[in-house]
């Protein structure tokens, strides 16, 4: 998945320096030993100049509380400034898309390149007060964002724009910008008669802002769990049992060990743990986390639907869909019975072999005839193992985290004729441009072949820690746009994972689903830093939702290709690559 960072201006996605970074280290080389943190000596990696130098250093990650706050203010009150001076000296029959348009967009660039940042606090900086203010700043954007959807005088310029002749000189980038910029008034009630109408959409709006941000703080910061005996987490890999928490002698937890609902646990309990009621638990017990966001959902559906129905749409979901490639909830609808259609006897007859196999492993003194959601993973993870040889903890041992990261880079180098060059943790500066101190900071060049310029940042922060976002996401971290005297402002881009971290035993080893799940959201990594555009609101990943995720779906295929995998691996004891057939056996 990627991430939409909160627009400042979109207010319908709710719920939903100080050294020199020239030399730095390649990806080129990407042997390894199964070092304790994963970490690269440096004696065994090539020490380069990167091809050429940085137009700027990276973002710094230095803010407190206090200053998340100001510097949403005073963000907010620059851009409000040049709504008010376009307002003031631009009467409508003098509207163009240059007089309106161009300096309301630049206003925007500007604030989207500080405040995705600011915003990025609340989903992985390891300290509570940093992410409190950094959801009140969300607060503030957005608040924002819907006075100036509500802004009358701004509509009747943009209106004045969008029906004047000069559109058809427009080139495609800056028409779609004046077509989502009208669209953005209208869908906040600007096309309703002035009175109460009005007034009840900035109230919803205003809510459903609050709604989101409560609702994603509290899956944020949730560190429920289970206690269970070591019996009944039977099966479960012993590298993920030695991560988890063990109960103290006087605690609830005597005896027993604690399983969160956080990827590293949930995942290999549900593939591998042999007591069905150990499964269930863990399902029930993460299907019904956080039950204070069921209310606000609740109330969320209910406000998005009479705001949709105030606007003239019958529901929510066609007012969604009006400006995406598939543009109706029928042809959406139409599409999905087909596809059930086609897929429905495929379905039984695959469900017929998981129920054989659960009776198969139960017996037939044990089996009730049923086979529930909390058997799927356990049963499918058993069928690939025993139709298909697949052994996913052996798989995993050729693919240490930190060496396949710098594969799959030095892959997207290759595709993209790009060079990414990271920065040493030992750079005195390095601190202040991550925001902890597992992340990785890369820069990212065009290569020597392709002419050298700096593209951007790469961050990877691939550990799960209390409080940070807990699934896997790409974050904008600062978009690219191209301001009014031509110049590029060049991207920043997240990879926010939760991975097992590595133990001193051995890496953090990753499974073929693992490796889907890196290459894919690398790929929206790599959409996010060669993405080249005007305006900001269309950088990246930030374009039509229902067709960003292709770029990375399409990558997704090179692990279904059976020498990639080879090419790819390298197991963490030995080196040696992937035997042939195990890829063969994974791929079929």
């Given at each position: 998945?990627?991430?939409?960072p909160?627009?400042?201006?979109?207010t319908?996605?709710q719920?939903?320096?100080?050294?020199d970074?020239?030399?730095?280290?390649?990806?080129?080389?990407?042997?390894?030993s199964?070092?304790?943190?994963?970490?690269?000596?440096?004696?065994?990696?090539?020490?380069?100049?990167?091809?050429?130098g940085?137009?700027?250093e990276?973002?710094?990650?230095d803010?407190?509380?206090?200053?998340?706050?100001?510097?949403?203010?005073?963000?907010i009150?620059?851009?409000?400034?040049?709504?008010?001076?376009?307002?003031?000296?631009?009467?409508?029959?003098?509207?163009?898309?240059?007089?309106?348009?161009?300096?309301?967009?630049?206003?925007?660039?500007?604030?989207?390149?500080?405040?995705?940042?600011?915003?990025?606090?609340q989903?992985?900086?390891?300290?509570?007060?940093?992410?409190?203010?950094?959801?009140?700043?969300?607060?503030?954007?957005?608040?924002?964002?819907?006075?100036?959807?509500?802004?009358?005088?701004?509509?009747?310029?943009?209106?004045?724009?969008?029906?004047?002749s000069?559109?058809?000189?427009?080139?495609?980038e800056?028409?779609?910008y004046?077509?989502?910029?009208?669209?953005?008034?209208?869908?906040?009630?600007?096309?309703?008669?002035?009175?109460?109408?009005r007034?009840?959409?900035?109230?919803?709006?205003?809510r459903?802002?609050?709604?989101?941000?409560?609702?994603?703080?509290?899956?944020?910061?949730?560190?429920s769990?289970?206690?269970f005996?070591?019996?009944?987490?039977?099966?479960?890999?012993?590298?993920?049992?030695?991560?988890?928490?063990?109960?103290?002698?006087?605690?609830?937890?005597?005896?027993?060990?604690?399983?969160?609902?956080?990827?590293p646990?949930?995942?290999p309990a549900?593939?591998?743990?042999?007591?069905?009621e150990?499964?269930?638990?863990v399902?029930?017990?993460n299907?019904?986390?956080?039950?204070?966001?069921?209310?606000?959902?609740?109330?969320?559906?209910?406000?998005?639907?009479?705001?949709?129905?105030?606007?003239?749409?019958?529901?929510?979901?066609?007012?969604?869909?009006?400006d995406?490639?598939?543009?109706?909830?029928?042809?959406?609808?139409?599409f999905?019975?087909d596809?059930?259609?086609?897929?429905?006897?495929?379905r039984?007859?695959?469900?017929?072999?998981?129920?054989?196999?659960?009776?198969?492993?139960?017996?037939?003194?044990?089996?009730?005839?049923?086979?529930?959601?909390?058997?799927?993973?356990?049963?499918?993870?058993?069928?690939?193992?025993?139709?298909?040889?697949?052994?996913?903890?052996?798989?995993?041992?050729?693919?240490?985290?930190?060496?396949?990261?710098?594969?799959?880079?030095h892959?997207?180098?290759?595709?993209?004729?790009?060079?990414?060059?990271?920065?040493?943790?030992?750079?005195?500066?390095?601190?202040?441009?991550?925001?902890?101190?597992?992340?990785?900071?890369?820069?990212?060049?065009?290569?020597?072949d392709?002419?050298?310029a700096?593209?951007?940042?790469?961050?990877?922060?691939?550990?799960?820690?209390?409080?940070?976002?807990?699934?896997?996401a790409?974050?904008?971290?600062?978009?690219?746009?191209?301001d009014?005297?031509?110049?590029h402002?060049?991207?920043?881009?997240?990879?926010?994972?939760?991975?097992?971290?590595?133990m001193?035993?051995?890496?953090t080893?990753?499974?073929?689903?693992?490796?889907?799940?890196?290459?894919?959201?690398?790929?929206?990594?790599?959409?996010?830093?060669?993405?080249?555009?005007?305006?900001?609101?269309?950088?990246?990943t930030?374009?039509?939702?229902?067709?960003?995720?292709?770029?990375?779906?399409?990558?997704?295929?090179?692990?279904?290709?059976?020498?990639?995998l080879?090419?790819?691996?390298?197991?963490?004891?030995?080196?040696?690559?992937?035997?042939e057939?195990?890829?063969r056996?994974?791929?079929?």
């Amino acid at each position: 998945m990627f991430h939409v960072p909160d627009s400042p201006w979109d207010t319908d996605n709710q719920l939903t320096s100080d050294s020199d970074p020239t030399m730095r280290i390649y990806i080129g080389d990407t042997s390894e030993s199964h070092l304790q943190n994963e970490e690269l000596p440096v004696a065994s990696m090539q020490s380069k100049t990167a091809p050429g130098g940085s137009p700027h250093e990276p973002p710094l990650f230095d803010a407190t509380p206090e200053s998340l706050i100001q510097d949403s203010r005073r963000l907010i009150e620059q851009a409000r400034k040049v709504q008010d001076e376009v307002v003031n000296t631009i009467p409508p029959e003098a509207a163009t898309f240059a007089t309106v348009v161009s300096p309301l967009a630049q206003a925007e660039n500007l604030l989207a390149r500080k405040s995705h940042i600011i915003k990025l606090y609340q989903a992985v900086s390891p300290d509570p007060e940093l992410r409190d203010a950094s959801n009140r700043t969300k607060k503030l954007f957005s608040d924002f964002a819907i006075e100036t959807a509500l802004r009358e005088d701004l509509f009747v310029l943009i209106n004045a724009v969008s029906k004047g002749s000069e559109k058809a000189d427009l080139d495609a980038e800056a028409t779609l910008y004046l077509q989502t910029e009208h669209r953005k008034y209208l869908s906040n009630g600007l096309g309703l008669p002035a009175g109460p109408a009005r007034a009840r959409i900035r109230e919803i709006r205003k809510r459903m802002s609050e709604l989101s941000i409560e609702f994603q703080r509290n899956l944020n910061e949730d560190s429920s769990g289970i206690w269970f005996t070591s019996e009944e987490l039977d099966g479960v890999p012993e590298d993920t049992l030695r991560r988890l928490e063990v109960g103290t002698a006087d605690g609830e937890g005597r005896g027993k060990l604690r399983l969160t609902f956080q990827y590293p646990d949930y995942f290999p309990a549900m593939d591998f743990a042999k007591n069905e009621e150990t499964r269930k638990r863990v399902f029930l017990g993460n299907e019904n986390r956080c039950k204070q966001n069921v209310p606000l959902f609740q109330e969320t559906l209910l406000l998005r639907d009479e705001a949709a129905r105030m606007l003239g749409y019958p529901n929510h979901a066609a007012f969604r869909l009006e400006d995406k490639m598939v543009k109706s909830p029928y042809a959406i609808n139409s599409f999905l019975q087909d596809l059930r259609s086609r897929l429905v006897a495929r379905r039984d007859q695959e469900l017929q072999k998981l129920k054989d196999l659960k009776q198969s492993d139960l017996g037939d003194q044990s089996y009730n005839g049923h086979y529930y959601l909390w058997d799927q993973r356990f049963y499918n993870r058993m069928m690939l193992e025993q139709r298909f040889s697949v052994d996913q903890q052996k798989f995993a041992e050729y693919f240490p985290l930190y060496t396949t990261t710098m594969a799959m880079l030095h892959t997207f180098e290759r595709l993209f004729g790009l060079a990414f060059v990271e920065y040493h943790k030992e750079d005195q500066s390095h601190a202040r441009h991550v925001w902890h101190d597992d992340v990785r900071l890369f820069g990212v060049w065009d290569s020597e072949d392709e002419g050298g310029a700096f593209i951007g940042y790469l961050y990877l922060d691939l550990y799960p820690r209390p409080g940070k976002f807990s699934h896997t996401a790409n974050f904008n971290v600062q978009p690219g746009f191209t301001d009014s005297t031509n110049t590029h402002h060049h991207p920043s881009t997240a990879l926010i994972c939760n991975f097992p971290a590595p133990m001193p035993s051995s890496p953090t080893l990753l499974k073929h689903f693992d490796l889907l799940s890196l290459f894919h959201e690398l790929g929206h990594g790599i959409h996010d830093l060669v993405a080249r555009t005007t305006y900001a609101r269309f950088h990246g990943t930030m374009t039509v939702q229902d067709f960003c995720e292709a770029p990375s779906q399409m990558l997704e295929n090179w692990c279904w290709d059976i020498g990639y995998l080879q090419e790819l691996s390298s197991h963490y004891v030995t080196g040696e690559k992937l035997p042939e057939q195990m890829a063969r056996d994974v791929v079929r």
